[in-house]
Each structure stands twice: as C-alpha cells, then as structure tokens.
Nanobody, 128 residues
C-alpha cells in the first residue's frame, strides 16, 4: 500500500509561484501513474495534472495549461507540481494521487475514479 504525503502549500499573491511535492512513504513511484487534483469549496474535484508511469508523458487541465508543470523523480519517490502565474481561482485543496499500475507505462490517468491512493491534501490560497 502506498501512502502519499503532500507538502508545499500556502498563501501566495496572484502572479506568484508555489511548488507542491508529494512523497511516497511506501512502494516505488516508478510503478505508478501519478496525478494532482484540486477541490475548491462547493466545487467538484478537478483534474490538474498527470504523469505517466514512465514519467515521460504528461497532461494538464485546461485551466492550468502553460502555468503548471508536473514532474516525477522515481529515484527520490517524489512527484512535484510547479505552479506559476497563480490566480485567485487556483485557490483549493490540492491532492496527490497514485494509480497502482493498471495502465501501460505511457498512459496518463486523468479521471479521479481510476486512482487508487490519495494524499491528505494541502491548501493553496492565492490572494488578489
């Protein structure tokens, strides 16, 4: 069983940057496709970014394309989300998720129901 722990959230002004990290306390991330999701109050959980098991392929939600970047370090067992040009509408709890290798190494998983493990979330607040 993989346990995921997010860090790096906080308060930032609009236009600023934050870097979220997700560390796996068990298992090897090279076996898993990984993703970041977010949920704002009163809204559904939204796909933000995903990276394939191989670490080569990535996908992004339309609202963050060109501003966010996901990366995976299999050696360190960590997945990062670099968030630049932040906007107030990026305010949400951000969750890291792992799929337990159901898909081929080139697949990026974008739907929350396909993920098997979730972190506890980290709050990101962007002030205007």
């Amino acid at each position: 069983q993989v346990q995921l722990v997010e860090s790096g959230g906080g308060l930032v002004q609009a236009g600023g940057s934050l870097r979220l990290s997700c560390a796996a306390s068990a298992g090897t991330l090279s076996w898993y496709a990984m993703g970041w999701f977010r949920q704002a109050p009163g809204k559904e959980r939204e796909f933000v970014a995903g990276i394939s098991r191989s670490g080569i392929y990535t996908k992004y939600g339309n609202s963050v394309k060109g501003r966010f970047a996901i990366s995976k370090d299999n050696g360190k067992n960590m997945v990062d989300l670099q968030m630049d040009s932040l906007k107030p509408e990026d305010t949400a709890v951000y969750y890291c998720a792992a799929d337990r290798g159901k898909f081929s190494p080139s697949v990026v998983v974008t739907t929350s129901r396909e993920y098997d493990y979730w972190g506890q979330g980290t709050q990101v607040t962007v002030s205007s």
